[in-house]
């Protein structure tokens, strides 16, 4: 029989530890994710990349590319 594990108990560096090797654990996931977002100091991104963004990218990548 399997022993459930305290994802609550565990530290941030052995929880992420975890979840990098048990990465189909939604529950680990999910309790990783929410002590990060309450974590202060984490950077966070929202949304995606800005039109300018994307267009600064595509131009990095060409250049990238012809350097080959």
Do not use: C, W
Not at 26 to 32: G, Q, S, T, V
Not at 51 to 66: A, C, G, P, T
């Amino acid at each position: 029989m399997t022993r459930k594990l305290d994802f609550q108990q565990m530290s941030r560096k052995e929880l992420r530890t975890y979840v990098l090797t048990h990465r189909e654990d939604d529950e680990a996931l999910r309790i990783y994710m929410e002590r990060m977002h309450k974590e202060p100091g984490i950077n966070r991104q929202t949304g995606g990349l800005s039109e300018e963004d994307f267009n600064q990218l595509e131009q990095l990548i060409k250049r990238r590319v012809s350097d080959r």
